[in-house]
């Protein structure tokens, strides 16, 4: 049917979540969709699915962008990994709006410069 784009909202796992620093944000994760077209998979999900604990531009719930450290962008991070097949625009994820942060497990490095803020707390992990 024209107009319809297609969605995914199976395909969630886990994955390792070492990078969370406590539980107390794990149990109001909220959601947003994952604009696929915005992410690289060289880049972004080179093993067919997104990282968890990869950073989001969440400026918009509605469609989650790669986090670059730009201007008005909102720092979350996906709190589990989710497929990425060919042919979907979109993914349903769960995403991390605060919490403890153990930036040397991310999946990712940070852009240079991202500091913790909207109720974040980086650490380096032990």
């Given at each position: 049917m024209?107009?319809?784009?297609p969605?995914?909202?199976t395909?969630t796992?886990?994955?390792?979540?070492?990078?969370?620093?406590?539980?107390?944000?794990?149990d109001s994760?909220?959601?947003?969709?994952v604009s696929v077209?915005?992410f690289?998979?060289?880049?972004?999900y080179?093993?067919?699915y997104l990282?968890?604990?990869?950073?989001?531009n969440a400026a918009?719930?509605s469609?989650?962008?790669?986090f670059t450290?730009?201007?008005g962008?909102?720092l979350?991070?996906l709190?589990?990994?989710?497929?990425?097949?060919?042919?979907i625009?979109?993914?349903?994820?769960?995403?991390?709006w605060?919490?403890l942060i153990?930036?040397n497990?991310?999946?990712?490095a940070?852009p240079?410069?991202?500091?913790a803020?909207g109720g974040?707390?980086?650490?380096t992990?032990?």
């Amino acid at each position: 049917m024209p107009g319809l784009i297609p969605r995914r909202s199976t395909g969630t796992r886990s994955g390792d979540q070492r990078w969370i620093g406590s539980r107390h944000a794990l149990d109001s994760a909220k959601t947003g969709t994952v604009s696929v077209s915005t992410f690289t998979k060289a880049t972004h999900y080179p093993d067919g699915y997104l990282k968890s604990g990869t950073p989001v531009n969440a400026a918009d719930p509605s469609v989650l962008k790669p986090f670059t450290g730009g201007t008005g962008e909102v720092l979350r991070f996906l709190k589990d990994n989710h497929d990425i097949e060919a042919g979907i625009n979109e993914v349903q994820v769960a995403y991390l709006w605060h919490g403890l942060i153990y930036t040397n497990r991310l999946p990712v490095a940070l852009p240079d410069g991202t500091v913790a803020s909207g109720g974040f707390t980086f650490e380096t992990g032990a």
